[in-house]
């Protein structure tokens, strides 16, 4: 078995470290972060805003609440010992409070932001072109923006306001150790930035990795889906693939996991070291506060005052510096959020820009569709998967299109339904150019059916009526569409009729064959009863004859008064249509009835007479 290719990131030392004005652009995303929170939910933002005040001065009268009972003690003063004593019992009772205050509310806000920020990105999702779906670098994107999507901002948030609360508690400990020496207070601050820094720059390795790798874990999930799928088992199963793609999974996890080692090793040996320079900083002050406390320079009280301000004090400043490189690291993680709703921003103002450019008087009193040498080439591809194509289809008429795979039969349907735009040329749709056209009203004029249809596994008449969601509850309609796409039949023998839920991922799901899932999809094609155009793309390829009879009967009846466009490799199919279209490569080679293209003695007679013989 070949081995899968892992291509590995460049080493750490070429990374380097985020120059000043990388860091400021980088830190730029808390305030964006802070209004997504905002808009998420105010009251909860005030309640953190509120308990992390009190979280940050709390720990001051803690700290001098035991400096006074320690003096109180020294007196022998018992009632004022006990009385600072309760003080100090009400001040850590109520930091607990806020303690568990904060992290109820964190909770909270997490919950509702990671669903409002993930609701966010599939909105987004829903406003792009079809062309981004076909793009493996906006995959990529889209992977990087949901991964965290749900834990980042409320971190990046419950960080900010952490690192508030800890610069103020931090001012209130250096305030209090500036009376014993303020070059103490400098020195010890200077010994933690060492450990800091090196976070932050792990930090910033360690999230250029994963983004590196979005397309590699992009394809451990998809090896995971085919492994644990109801439609890739039966094949896994048949072919034996099973234990070949586990082998894959299996590289390219160990891979993952292997470069986190190295990456968490190195990180955190290198930060211990660093972090010992704050720890014999901490205990040289402490000594020369308890030789001072020997030599009676100072109080025992405020010895014990100076040492928990000293040890909260350096923590606080840890924490001031953890927090830094965490924001850090999360504004990287945002940076991904906020590219990818950037990429759907400027994709709707582009297709504003291009609407109102072209939106105007009807280009000519004309009813129809009219192709103006339109091409096509999907993005990053050298071959046009259409050229030239030059056609008018008048109202009312019919129209099958025909060609080996790949020729364009499905690329011209979706630029016509306006899921695309062509690179060259135009389309002209009663006398407007397409792209000027409302895209709900353009969409609402046809009825489709693709190929690669989707199956839902909803209820039944959810599969029919999502092919007109404003009809979802007429039930008359869905059962008018079910019999015309031939799907009548489930009604009866499904058990529950309409509300019969099919598939077979949730509970009491009936699945289909494939044959009876093309005629849910056509019931569903069929339920825009105001659309004017038909497209039928291998309508019957999974029906038997007798079905696919009954549907092109129906059909014949349906299409009266409107235009309609069949994608067929069935010629009993095609033959129906009043003009052919022979697409070749991308190109239009033939056109016109069935009668004269078989006269003419070209590919659609040479496709023709072999589909024929196979039936002699």
Known sequence: MRALEVHHPPPAAKLGKPGLRATKELFGHTQRTLSLVWASSPSLLVYMSALGLCGALLPLFVAYAGKRIIDAVVLRNRPLTLNWVAFELFFVVLLAATQRGQGLVRSLLGARLGTDVNVQILDKALRLDLSFFEDAEFYDKLTRARREASSRPVALISESFAL???????FGYAVMLARFSGWIVLGLLVATLPATLSEMRYSKIAFRIRNWRSPESRKLLYLEYVLANDEHVKEVKLFGI?????????VLAESFFEEDKRLAIRRAMLTHAFSLIGTVAFYATYAAMAVAAAAARITLGNLTLYVVSLRQGQQSFQSVLSGIGNLYEHNLYMSNLFSYIELSQNSERVQRERAER????????????????????YPGKEAWALRHIDLQIAPGDSIALVGENGAGKTTF????????????????????DLSSWDPDLLRKRFGVLFQDFNKYQLKLRENIGLGSVEHLADQ??????????GAGEL???????????????FEKGSELS???????ALARAFMREEADILVLDEPTAALDAESEHAVFERFRELAKGRTTIVISHRFPTVRMAKNIIVLEHGQVVEHGSHESLLAEGGKYARMFQLQAEGYR
């Open 514 to 520: 494939g044959g009876q899932w093309q005629k849910v």
């Open 358 to 377: 072209r939106l105007g008087a009807p280009l000519a009193d004309e009813a129809g569709i009219r192709f103006e040498d339109v091409g096509f080439c």
């Open 491 to 505: 009604l009866a023998t499904l058990p529950g009729g309409l509300d019969a839920a099919l598939g077979h991922w």
């Open 476 to 485: 008359p309609r869905i059962e008018r569409a079910a019999e015309r796409g």
């Open 413 to 432: 349907v979706k630029l016509l339904a306006g899921l695309y735009e062509p690179s060259e040329g135009r389309i002209i749709l009663d006398g407007r």
């Open 242 to 250: 099973g234990p070949h793609l586990l082998d894959r999974y299996r």
């Open 164 to 170: 508030v609360q800890n610069v103020v508690t931090l």
